[in-house]
T-cell receptor, first 111, second 113 residues
């Protein structure tokens, strides 16, 4: 199994640009989540999904959209990038009661 | 949502046992407790999970008192490679709030030679 994969690994955007961070898992997990981690801080939950077609907001959802059309994929869209969205983004997946598996992260810089 | 409170940082020496306590006063009946470890530039990695009493695996033990308002992660005989940030999470068992797993600030453990 590849586990949780994220692309790209690094990205630089200009203010106002949009982009999609990709996340995929091959473990048939129902639950998937997106977190952001600012330097020296803990992870904050952006959006999560409990199954295909079902998404919900986390702690810091503003400026981000998600969709879950398949069990495997959970893309995160930045609608209009702002410098405040400069961060490392982690995608994670799990079965309901089990541990979360995290991807390697996407390091995003918005100038 | 059950919030968690942990010490910001701890120091230890190689070979010592380290205990990190997490407070979660408003833990719900359906919530379980999970600990993660994170190294710089990596995603968090699962350490241990429990609901009550004591859980032990090959790397750590988790102690949960009867009232479940706190939990203690115990790392036996730490080494320099255990230097990392440790996070306590509460939740995960159904319902909108239970499905959200949120991280607190974590505890930065520094192991010295």
């Amino acid at each position: 199994n590849a586990g949780v994969t994220q692309t790209p690994k690094f990205q630089v955007l200009k203010t106002g640009q949009s982009m999609t961070l990709q996340c995929a898992q091959d473990m048939n997990h129902e639950y998937m989540s997106w977190y952001r981690q600012d330097p020296g801080m803990g992870l904050r939950l952006i959006h999560y999904s409990v199954g295909a077609g079902i998404t919900d907001q986390g702690e810091v959802p503003n400026g981000y959209n998600v969709s879950r059309s398949t069990t495997e994929d959970f893309p995160l869209r930045l609608l209009s990038a702002a410098p405040s969205q400069t961060s490392v983004y982690f995608c994670a997946s799990r079965h309901q009661r089990d541990e979360q598996y995290f991807g390697p992260g996407t390091r995003l810089t918005v100038t | 949502l059950a919030k968690t409170t942990q010490p910001i940082s701890m120091d230890s020496y190689e070979g010592q046992e380290v205990n990190i306590t997490c407070s979660h006063n408003n833990i719900a009946t359906n919530d379980y407790i999970t600990w993660y470890q994170q190294f710089p530039s990596q995603g968090p990695r699962f350490i241990i999970q429990g609901y009550k009493t004591k859980v032990t695996n090959e790397v750590a033990s988790l102690f949960i008192p009867a009232d479940r308002k706190s939990s203690t992660l115990s790392l036996p005989r730490v080494s320099l490679s255990d230097t990392a940030v440790y996070y306590c999470l509460v939740g995960g068992l159904g319902g909108n709030a239970g499905n959200m797993l949120t991280f607190g600030g974590g505890t930065r453990l520094m192991v010295k030679p």
